[in-house]
């Protein structure tokens, strides 16, 4: 059986500790760490001033000859890194064979800049055979496995370039991308991924919070095993360190490991400046970053509490979901994917909740009910007075594409939210709202029976709503459909503190109005005979119901939705008599069926109100034939539908 040398290839900015990582690697046994061991070449290639690169050591560490200020002892630093990489590998699998049989680890520090050097095919030093070729015959006689591994160590653009600035001595005051490194390991992770090697990212910061765990959970992705010696080194230089060393390495060259079970807040002081200069190289930077962040696994493990499902997505597709977000304009919006999908913090949504909204439901090939949501959307829009607004062409397209992104022809759900658009200032004004709005789709596999919606066969429980009344239009016209949910938000916090599905929501002179999420129906039989369910009979969704009346709150005080009317259409062709009228609470206490309507979950019935039965505790005969006429108007009533493109 072949001997397993691990060979670690980390990746990183400059200044996001990865001296520190090191340090950490070279505590460990049977590890060998090498320290930048393509950085000679790359000054070699780089320096002279042709990039604004320069060093002042940069002469003498390309001789190998050590400048004459410095220790005579330490001659052998600089005349070690006339090594190539290849051949410090060499020497690296040369000693850990001399002092183990059982293999070990070769730790290479590199900087993100120096990638162009490297061939992420064979991973060597490109251009360099003969001690390539020598390590290839070591392998083979001594019988050695070499695994690869690559590791990004990445850090907030930010601190790395306020950090920067401390060197600027050394490297000067205005340094090119080229050098700052973090663009460069995004094509790194690119190049590896393409050559079939897994990749591992970590957080400098994460690293600083909590070293132990950080520690831990990379040396589980690299499959060797964690050394807790790996928290703790000698203060001072270390036989790993390049030449340059004295240089860059003051700060941690003070420590003596890691900070552990300590205030480990690693964005904490010093707080530092980014120079004007710097920031078109802090604006090409962030994006990559942003993209390897959500690759750590402290972004993966984000949540800091489960569901009530305990999962954090109910359909396991959802957690690589693509939305929409753009302003007016073909090219102004993007699909991107959920996890970095942003919108700016001067948009109005963010400033103060200034948007309105469309929840959509997407069956068997066809938006349902695409018309009317869409003229409810530009209604409250020109209700709340919005200007540059997206076109409904526009909408519509962007719901096709990013359905079409998604694969989506059925079982989904769209929340649409149309903002008044981004600031030029942060201010409630919207004057200055120059943009025009922001379009944001988020398309969801979601059933209409989950964890985020309700149980339709067994029904539901209902609280009434304490504190918060559903407003008149004289205070806030819930006609309009804004993303001012607070109102909805409170009761529904209460339901779940009372262990129900909703609250019900009652209107300022105490009659009720809607539940926080949904419409509200009650049925009341003048003819017991319709009622099988109180006979003790199953309901076949057949029985006679000449002598129901339904009834539902007029929408003085809450939104007519589009499931309610669609239900008072079905209603009336089923000869089920109904009235929307002002109904009190304590006639749905005392109702023989009480269901709700939303486009999410459908129609839901409704089976105990503040502790009290409704009718059997069933779902009754009324609100099954409902159920069933909604289901069917979906699949023949293709005039309440829009067709969806196909799919390329």
Not at 86 to 108: C, M, P, Q, S, W
Not at 282 to 309: C, D, E, G, I, W
Not at 461 to 470: D, M
Not at 508 to 517: C, D, I, K, L, P
Request: with cysteine; charged share 25%.
């Amino acid at each position: 059986m072949a001997t397993k040398i691990t060979v670690i290839h980390c990746w990183s900015a400059p200044r996001s500790r990865s001296t520190a990582l090191l340090y950490s690697f070279e505590s460990r046994s049977h590890t060998v760490a090498l320290d930048e061991p393509l950085y000679r070449r790359w000054l070699q290639e780089k320096g002279g001033g042709t990039l604004g690169i320069s060093r002042p050591y940069e002469e003498a560490f390309l001789a190998g000859i050590p400048p004459a200020e410095e220790d005579a002892a330490d001659a052998w630093r600089w005349q070690r890194e006339q090594q190539c990489f290849n051949e410090r590998i060499y020497h690296a699998v040369d000693t850990l064979l001399n002092n183990n049989d059982n293999g070990g680890v070769i730790f290479a520090k590199q900087m993100a800049k120096f990638a162009t050097l490297f061939d992420f095919e064979s991973n060597w030093e490109s251009g360099e055979s003969k001690w390539r070729d020598k390590c290839h015959e070591l392998l083979v006689e001594k019988n050695v496995q070499l695994v690869h591994c690559h590791v990004l160590l990445v850090r907030d653009p930010v601190s790395v370039l306020g950090s920067w600035m401390n060197s600027s001595d050394v490297h000067g005051s205005n340094p090119h991308p080229d050098e700052i490194g973090i663009t460069q390991l995004l094509d790194i992770y690119a190049k590896a991924i393409g050559g079939n090697h897994d990749v591992v990212v970590i957080d400098s910061d994460d690293l600083a919070d909590d070293p132990c765990k950080s520690l831990r959970d990379l040396c589980s992705a690299l499959n060797i095993e964690y050394d807790e010696s790996m928290l703790r080194w000698e203060a001072g230089e270390h036989e790993c360190d390049g030449p340059w060393s004295k240089w860059w390495y003051h700060n941690v060259w003070k420590s003596s490991g890691w900070n552990v079970g300590g205030d480990n807040d690693a964005r904490q002081n010093p707080y530092r400046s980014v120079p004007p200069a710097l920031l078109p190289t802090l604006r090409l930077s962030m994006p990559a970053y942003t993209f390897l962040q959500t690759l750590t696994t402290s972004h993966k493990n984000r949540a800091v509490t489960t569901p009530p499902s305990g999962k954090l997505y109910e359909d396991p597709r959802n957690e690589h979901v693509l939305v929409y977000v753009g302003a007016p304009g073909r090219t102004s919006g993007n699909i991107i994917p959920r996890d970095l999908a942003k919108i700016s913090p001067f948009d109005s949504s963010v400033q103060g909740g200034d948007a309105c909204w469309e929840g959509v439901r997407v069956y068997n090939g066809r938006i349902f009910h695409l018309d009317h949501h869409l003229n409810r959307l530009f209604r409250s829009a020109k209700a709340l007075g919005f200007e540059n607004v997206h076109s409904r062409k526009e909408i519509t397209d962007a719901i096709f594409r990013v359905l079409a992104a998604n694969g989506m022809r059925d079982g989904a759900h769209m929340r649409l939210t149309l903002t008044r658009g981004e600031k030029c200032t942060s201010s409630m004004n919207p004057y200055f709202n120059v943009y025009g709005t922001t379009l944001i789709i988020l398309p969801e596999w979601k059933p209409t029976e989950g964890a985020t919606t309700y149980d339709n066969e067994k029904g539901i429980s209902l609280i009434t709503a304490g504190a918060c009344r559903r407003s008149p239009p004289s205070t806030l016209d819930n006609k309009i459909h804004h993303n001012n949910m607070i109102q909805n938000i409170l009761p529904k916090i209460q339901a779940n503190l009372a262990g129900a599905a909703d609250s019900i929501m009652l209107d300022t002179e105490g009659f009720v109005s809607e539940t926080n999420a949904t419409n509200l129906f009650m049925v009341r039989y003048d003819n017991s005979q319709c009622c099988y369910e109180h006979n003790g009979l199953e309901s076949t969704g057949e029985g006679d119901c000449s002598g129901a009346v339904l009834l539902t709150p007029t929408a003085d005080h809450c939104l007519p939705g589009i499931t309610r009317e669609t239900v008072l259409i079905l209603a009336k062709e089923l000869e089920i008599k109904y009235e929307v009228r002002r109904v009190s609470l304590s006639e749905f206490y005392s109702a023989d069926e009480v269901f709700t309507t939303g486009t999410m979950g459908e129609l839901t019935p409704v089976t105990k109100i503040d502790g009290r039965v409704i009718g059997s505790g069933r779902k009754g005969v009324v609100t099954e034939q409902l159920q069933q006429a909604y289901k069917r108007s979906i699949e023949t009533r293709l005039d309440w539908s829009t067709e969806i493109p196909p799919f390329c």
